[in-house]
Structure formats: structure tokens, C-alpha cells
């Protein structure tokens, strides 16, 4: 009796010991998510996209939660959102993030924080939310809880495993993480305790993750796959059946709800849980559960899939096939988009993982095939899936990496397992030396990690004040000296910013839906100045006295007389992708990527800058900045002219390193408005460098400027 006394007090003593590390684990990963304010002592928004959801919250704070749906033309509120037409927030974005931190900012106002400083916390509500949630899935995946804390302990240690949860970097994709976590937590449950409340909290929280995040795709997707494999490890009895559905009923339920189906079916894949329960409800009653019959259906199926979408019969959003490497033709901006690139720090983050996860797959698909159940073909499903699009993607490296790590839970559980069982059982030495080296290597990964995740936020400069005082001055300028009514022009990256902080209309934001504007704003940018005024005015409608053209600039001071504008900075470096839109063979609609790459890198660039090439690769010198004036862009025509407005004269550096002058150009229908700029910091030669801000106003077909 005392001996079982003995063993439930030592049990309950590993409990508390396990909860403690879990605490301390969040509270860690708190501190790294919130490392910018703890550093800087204050609260601001980081990067592009969170202005919007500031926007949209002190919108919905203002005029009640259900004005979401009215955040549509004609409402004039939206109107200054991709002028003249206006954004559509119901369709094109999602009304989880500031749904949320409206119904909740009670608590940040009683916290004394305004509704940004309140937005821009929210974030590592859900990072906390993320590492309980990987500590329960891992923990009900292999029944270990110390499997269970190496998950969380990746969620706090890896820069990718809350990327998007730190304080003021207000992404979806944090919250989605969160709520897609919990939902294979509860599935996993569902499928092993066949209990209808599992069903209901999984598809409870998928159907939130439509909410949230565009990433319910590749949830979704996941589920679907799941469900329709599982007959090949697993027998579906009626009452798995009736839970699958409950869990499909309540997914598309609560993505209902959102009261726009249409948001939901622009594309197939929405449906894909649907379809999934479909074939197993073909695979009970109509195959009899005959796996031969069921395998050439699934076949026929994906091989008339595959035809669909090389027909686009199925349509699946362009971003969608670029993440998966399917080759197709895609609209030219999806490939100038950062996120949309490969992550370039997958070797880096990943040096001691990326082993261990691809070790992992390995052994998971041994468990698999030596001893099939629906636990081995998630972690095989998820983790070569999600794996891949982690190295697809960098938009994905969150969602990526928090499922590829169920393989390296794997082989950290067997590794676990080892070391358990030695105690009792006589296992090779050559087993546990391999065990002990996987745990070791964990032991130290994890903590270096951490400490290199916190080092990299602890330095990061948030708001708008990341390059000087600059960009703040000049949005108070524009708020404060040009007409209400006017319309700025600047490349889609800036819309939030100066939509939200200046109240005045832009062309295009960091949504970048409407492939067409961004296109057409491309040619107001890079074409010359009279093709620029064209298209404002036949597109546009912009007129004069009231339009705006906003471009910025990084530049070293040579010396007291003489500027040089730094190529790959800057706008002066994403106007090679301006360049890239802008040309495209079809405009705006999809064109094959790798042979207009092919053409645009040996015909067109060339046109405009001066290149050279390095070990066979291309690399863009600098601008032909002394092209004749007739021809020039107008954002290097306007970048010169600026710096002659601030007392230098404009030079640039040929391939040979000689600095070339530049006079100042004729400009005919455009003049300086304002220009704000800031010292950001000294060469290593000790030359000042400089980022300047300006702007320039439309004034009609007068000329304004001598050279």
C-alpha cells in the first residue's frame, strides 16, 4: 500500500515538475516575443502590414463590431484604399486579428494602453496560446510529456517558431499557428478517444482559423488528406464516421458564419474536408471497405485533379501553386513579393533540426509501414508536407517549421523511449550512444537558439522610426499641408502607412489584390514622365495640385557637394521589380515565370541599368541613370532632381568605380513639395549616409522647374 502511495505522490511530483517547466518555458517565450519593448521601454508597430490591423480595429472600437461588414464601397471610409475604386475589406481580408483585440481592448484600456499600443501586444497573446498548444499536441501524439516540453521548448527557441507573435509585428499567420495547433490537438484526440466534444473543439477552432489567417488552406488541405488516407491504417467504424462529420458540420459552420460563402469558395481547396469525408463515406457504403477498390479511386481522383488544375477547371490562388513548386503560369507580382521568396535562413535556424527532421520523416514512415495507424500518417503527412513548403516559402517558415518539428518529436521520443527502457531492459550501446547524442544535441541547440532569437528582436527597430525620423515627418507634413482630399502615389509597400497615419488616399496597399493597379502603378513609377501623367489621368483620373508622387531613397555624402544614391537600397532597389510588373508579357495577368525571367534578365533590365555578370549570375550595377530625360522613369528622374534640391550634386558609380555626374533634369509637370531626411549612421570610410524621404506634387501641364 505504501508503495503505491510512494509511486502516485512521485507522479504527481513529475506533474508539477512538467507544469513548472511549461510556465517557465511560456514565460521565456514571452520575454523573447516581447524582447523589442523590453529593450526599447515602449510600443510601436513593426513593419507593413500591422498598420492595417490598427486601422481596422480602432474602426471596429469605434463603430461596433459589425461594422466590418460595411467596410465596403461605397462606405467612403474605404475609399481611400486603392483610389479611385476603394477596398473591399469583407472579401480581401480577414476579420479575426482585430476582431479580436476590439472585444478584448476593455482590458488594454483598463492596462492605460492606447488601441495601437493594445494591437500591437495582442500578438504575444497568441504566441503564449501557440506554446501551450504544442506542449498538449505533442504531449497527446506520443503520450510523453517531456515530448510534449522539447515541442514547446522549439516554439520559444527558433525565430520561426513565433516569428510573427512579437510585440507590434501584428501578422495573421501567429494566430493562425495558434488556432491550427489546437485544432490537430483536439483531432488527434477524436480520433483516439472517439469523443463528439473532441470533433466539436477541432472543428471549432479550424473553422475559426478562416477567421484569422489565409493559411486555413494548408490546414484544411492537411485535414482532408488525413481523413482520406485513413482508411489504409485504420478500420472506420460508424462511430469514426459520425465524428468526422460532426468535425466537417462544425468547420464549415463557424467559416460560415463569416456571412460572405463567397470569401470562403474562391477556391475549391476550401472544400477539400468536404470531399475527403465524401470518399470515406464512398470507401463504408459503397466499396464495402474493400482498400484495392478505394486505392484506384483515390488514384483516378488525384490524376483527375492534376488535369483539372493544368486545365483550370479547379482554381487555386496563384500564391497557393508557387508555395507548392507546381509549375504554371503566375501573375509577375507574385514573384517580387519577399515573403513569396525562399527563406534564407533555413540553414541557419535549422542547422541541428533540418537533420534531426529529415532523420525524423524517415523513421516515421518506417513506423508507418511496419505498424500503420492515423497517428504515424499525420506526423508523415504533416511533416513532409509542411517541411516542404517551409523551403518553399518564406511566408510559410512559421507554419512550416512548427509541423515539420513533429518528425524530430519523433525521433526525440524514441530517443526518450531508449533511455527509459535501458533502465530496465538491455539495450546496444551503439542504440544508446545514438540517443543520447540526439537528446545532447537538443540540450544544446535549443538554448543557443533561444538566445540567438532574443539577440535578433532584442535589436530591432520597431515603428516608422526605423529610418530616423524621416518617414514620421514626412506623414505629419502630408497630414498637416496637403488637402484632404488629395491622392498620394508610392509603390504598394507604404499604402498602410500612409493611408492610416495621413487619412489620404493611395493607389495601392500592402494587400496587393488587385494585380492590374499595382501594374498600372508600376508604369506611373517607371515610365517616363510624360507616360506617367498619362496614365494618372486616363486611369486615375489624379488631378493636378492634388496628386502626390512619394519615393525614398538611402544616399552617402561623399562630401560637402556631392551625393551618391545607393543602388540596392530603397526604392531604387524594388524598382527593378517595378520594372519586372511593369513589363510583364501579359501585364498583370499570369505569364511563365521562368521564360519571361529568362527575357526580362538579358532584353529588358538591361535597358535600364547597367549590368555585369559574376561566376555565370547576373547582378544589376546601378541605374542608367544618364539615360536621355525624355526617357528616364520618372522615380529616378524625381530621386536626381531631389538631390540637387538638397544642395549636392547627383553622381553614381559605373562598373569600373569611377564616379559619374549627372545633371540636374528638366522636370515638366511635377515639383518638389517636400523632402524629409535623417543621418541614419557613417560608413566605414566615415562618409555620412543619409535616408531621404520625398515628395512631389502633380501640378498639370505646366512647366514648373528649369534644369
Not at 504566441?127 to 499536441?137: E, M, P, T, V
Not at 499567420?173 to 490537438?185: D, E, K, S
Not at 467559416?255 to 470569401?263: I, N
Not at 517551409?390 to 526518450?416: D, K, N, P, Q
Request: hydrophobic share 50%.
Amino acid at each position: 500500500m505504501r508503495g503505491i502511495v510512494d509511486l502516485a505522490l512521485n507522479n504527481r511530483f513529475r506533474k508539477i515538475i512538467v507544469y513548472v517547466i511549461l510556465g517557465l518555458l511560456v514565460v521565456v517565450g514571452v520575454v523573447n516575443m516581447a524582447s523589442p519593448l523590453i529593450m526599447r521601454g515602449e510600443i510601436d508597430l513593426f513593419g507593413n502590414d500591422p498598420w492595417i490591423e490598427y486601422w481596422l480595429t480602432k474602426y471596429l472600437v469605434e463603430h461596433g463590431i459589425t461594422s466590418w461588414w460595411r467596410l465596403k464601397p461605397p462606405n467612403p471610409d474605404v475609399l481611400k484604399f486603392w483610389y479611385p475604386y476603394g477596398r473591399d475589406f469583407t472579401m480581401t481580408a480577414y476579420p479575426g486579428v482585430p476582431m479580436f483585440a476590439a472585444l478584448t481592448y476593455p482590458i488594454g484600456k483598463a492596462l492605460g494602453l492606447t488601441i495601437k499600443e493594445w494591437v500591437a501586444v495582442n500578438p504575444i497573446i497568441f504566441g503564449a496560446i501557440a506554446i501551450i498548444a504544442a506542449f498538449l499536441f505533442g504531449r497527446e501524439l506520443f503520450g510523453n510529456n517531456y515530448v510534449g516540453l522539447v515541442y514547446s521548448a522549439f516554439m520559444v527557441a527558433l525565430a520561426s517558431g513565433t516569428a510573427r507573435s512579437f510585440v507590434g509585428f501584428v501578422e495573421k499567420q501567429g494566430y493562425g499557428v495558434a488556432l491550427i495547433l489546437l485544432a490537430m490537438f483536439f483531432y488527434i484526440r477524436l480520433l483516439k478517444y472517439k469523443r463528439w466534444f473532441d470533433a466539436v473543439l477541432s472543428g471549432l477552432f479550424l473553422g475559426l482559423t478562416f477567421w484569422f489567417w489565409g493559411g486555413y488552406i494548408f490546414a484544411y488541405t492537411l485535414v482532408a488528406m488525413h481523413i482520406a488516407l485513413l482508411p489504409f491504417v485504420t478500420k472506420i467504424d460508424r462511430k469514426t464516421l459520425n465524428l468526422l462529420t460532426i468535425l466537417a458540420i462544425v468547420t464549415y459552420i463557424v467559416s460560415l458564419a463569416y456571412g460572405v460563402p463567397e470569401k470562403l469558395l474562391k477556391t475549391e481547396l476550401s472544400l477539400s474536408i468536404l470531399a475527403s469525408l465524401a470518399l470515406v463515406y464512398i470507401y463504408s457504403y459503397v466499396l464495402n471497405g474493400n482498400r484495392k477498390y478505394y486505392l484506384g479511386l483515390i488514384v483516378a481522383l488525384g490524376i483527375g485533379a492534376m488535369v483539372s488544375v493544368a486545365l483550370r477547371l479547379i482554381s487555386i490562388p496563384g500564391r497557393v501553386l508557387y508555395a507548392l513548386g507546381i509549375l504554371t503560369d503566375v501573375k509577375p507580382i507574385v514573384a517580387t513579393v519577399a515573403e513569396h521568396a525562399r527563406p534564407e535562413s533555413v540553414a541557419v535556424e535549422m542547422y541541428v533540426a533540418l537533420p534531426l527532421a529529415i532523420l525524423g520523416i524517415l523513421y516515421s514512415i518506417y513506423k508507418l509501414l511496419s505498424k500503420p495507424n492515423e497517428k504515424w500518417l499525420l506526423i508523415v503527412l504533416s511533416s513532409t508536407f509542411m517541411l516542404y513548403l517551409y523551403s518553399r516559402m518564406a511566408y510559410l517558415s512559421e507554419i512550416g517549421l512548427v509541423f515539420s518539428l513533429l518528425a524530430v518529436l519523433a525521433i526525440t521520443h524514441w530517443s526518450i523511449t531508449v533511455l527509459q527502457r535501458a533502465t530496465k531492459y538491455k539495450v546496444g550501446s551503439l542504440t544508446k550512444v545514438f540517443a543520447i547524442l540526439v537528446l545532447g544535441l537538443l540540450l544544446l541547440f535549443i538554448p543557443n537558439a533561444a538566445i540567438l532569437t532574443f539577440a535578433s528582436r532584442s535589436n530591432m527597430n520597431l515603428g516608422l522610426d526605423i529610418y530616423g525620423n524621416a518617414w514620421i515627418d514626412m506623414l505629419d507634413w502630408i497630414k498637416e499641408n496637403t488637402p484632404e482630399d488629395s491622392v498620394i502615389v508610392a509603390w504598394w509597400d507604404y499604402g498602410y502607412w500612409i493611408t492610416v497615419n495621413t487619412n489620404r488616399a493611395t493607389l495601392a496597399d500592402g494587400a496587393t489584390w488587385n494585380t492590374t493597379q499595382i501594374w498600372l502603378l508600376s508604369k506611373i513609377l517607371m515610365g517616363n514622365e510624360s507616360h506617367a501623367v498619362e496614365v494618372m489621368k486616363r486611369y486615375f483620373n489624379l488631378q493636378p495640385n492634388k496628386t502626390y508622387v512619394l519615393a525614398y531613397y538611402i544616399a552617402i555624402a561623399l562630401n560637402n557637394t556631392t551625393m551618391l544614391v545607393l543602388p540596392g537600397q530603397a526604392d531604387i532597389g524594388k524598382s527593378n521589380a517595378m520594372l519586372f510588373i511593369m513589363n510583364g508579357p501579359n501585364g498583370p495577368r499570369p505569364a511563365n515565370l521562368e521564360n519571361y525571367s529568362i527575357e526580362f534578365n538579358s532584353k529588358i533590365l538591361p535597358k535600364y541599368w547597367y549590368i555585369t555578370y559574376y561566376q555565370g549570375r547576373l547582378v544589376p550595377l546601378t541605374p542608367k541613370w544618364d539615360m536621355p530625360g525624355n526617357q528616364l522613369p520618372l522615380l529616378y528622374k524625381l530621386t536626381i532632381d531631389s538631390v540637387y534640391e538638397l544642395g549636392y550634386k547627383f553622381v553614381y558609380q559605373d562598373q569600373y568605380g569611377r564616379l559619374i555626374s549627372v545633371p540636374r533634369p528638366y522636370l515638366q509637370y511635377f515639383k518638389v513639395a517636400h523632402i524629409s531626411y535623417d543621418q541614419l549612421g557613417v560608413t566605414v570610410t566615415g562618409h555620412p549616409y543619409y535616408v531621404v524621404v520625398f515628395l512631389y506634387q502633380y501640378v498639370g501641364e505646366k512647366a514648373q522647374q528649369e534644369s
